[in-house]
């Protein structure tokens, strides 16, 4: 059973890895740099972690901060390339596979026209750029090694397996949408045109252990894309679905709205999946219930 180390284990995405079904196919260790957390890591004790990592096969590198908090705090970029430095010397000394999640963000047309790995990236925004500078860091600490790693630059992840609190919901796009929808009774789009490429979680899950069971590490790009919709469809999803779970209406307000070509994402061979909207519908049917649930 392989053994794999996640960092940034107190997250959302590690807790959509935490709480799929087959978990028991993988052995995973939750790691944190909150001190209070069941399994605590100083990213910069490097001798004492390298023994603590001695006997993994794999580390997932989810750490870093969200975009409101590097906003905030400019100086969390250089944490944040420190701590990925580490993490791929944690690597290098335990001869240990790497995936590391990016973000489409990175790309600077990201919504407007046609994306590949060759794409132009956007070195302007903040959050872009943190995540360029980790990969950069990434294929230079591993530049003589072959089959070490794998950057995923990863769509709009959403959806639930459980939740707890509000804190649990206000993750992403999609989820505060669905809140703001059972608050408000409305859901306000400012610019309905604007184009995403959504991940339902349990695509999310697989993608991931899906490198590790067939071992897909070629120290390469990989684009993670499932549907691109725009603000308002899936305003009009989130309207439907809510008056087909709790039978009651949500209007739905779009300031702006263009028409607007939706635009293609290539991705690799092994990371193209058969879209079926049944999928969406029930992530986003989740994260509704949840909301009903706790609120």
Do not use: W
């Amino acid at each position: 059973m392989p053994r794999i180390a996640i960092f940034g284990g107190t997250g959302y995405l590690s807790s959509l890895i935490r709480n799929q079904n087959n978990i028991k196919k993988n052995n995973y260790t939750f790691f944190s740099r909150k001190k209070n957390s069941k399994n605590y890591i100083n990213f910069a004790a490097y001798k004492k972690n390298v023994n603590i990592l001695k006997n993994y096969d794999f580390i997932i590198h989810l750490a870093g901060p969200n975009q409101i908090q590097l906003k905030s705090n400019k100086t969390l970029l250089k944490k944040k390339n420190q701590i990925t430095s580490r993490i791929c010397d944690l690597c290098l000394a335990n001869n240990i596979k790497l995936i590391y999640l990016s973000t489409m963000q990175v790309y600077k047309n990201y919504g407007l026209n046609n994306i590949s790995i060759n794409s132009k990236v956007n070195f302007n925004n903040v959050y872009s750029k943190l995540h360029l500078e980790s990969e950069k860091i990434i294929f230079k600490k591993f530049l003589n090694y072959k089959e070490m790693f794998t950057v995923l630059r990863m769509g709009n992840v959403f959806g639930l397996k459980k939740c707890n609190s509000i804190k649990d919901v206000r993750s992403n796009l999609i989820h505060n949408l669905c809140l703001k929808a059972f608050k408000k009774k409305n859901i306000l789009i400012n610019n309905g045109s604007i184009q995403r490429t959504f991940v339902p979680s349990q695509i999310f899950v697989k993608v991931i252990n899906l490198i590790i069971k067939k071992n897909l590490f070629n120290n390469s790009i990989e684009n993670i894309s499932y549907k691109n919709l725009n603000l308002k469809e899936i305003a009009n999803i989130i309207q439907k679905r809510i008056n087909i779970l709790f039978k009651f209406n949500v209007k739905v307000i779009i300031k702006k709205f263009k028409y607007k070509k939706v635009f293609n994402i290539c991705s690799g061979k092994y990371f193209k999946f058969n879209l079926n909207d049944k999928k969406i519908y029930f992530e986003i049917d989740q994260i509704l219930k949840c909301i009903k649930k706790i609120q």
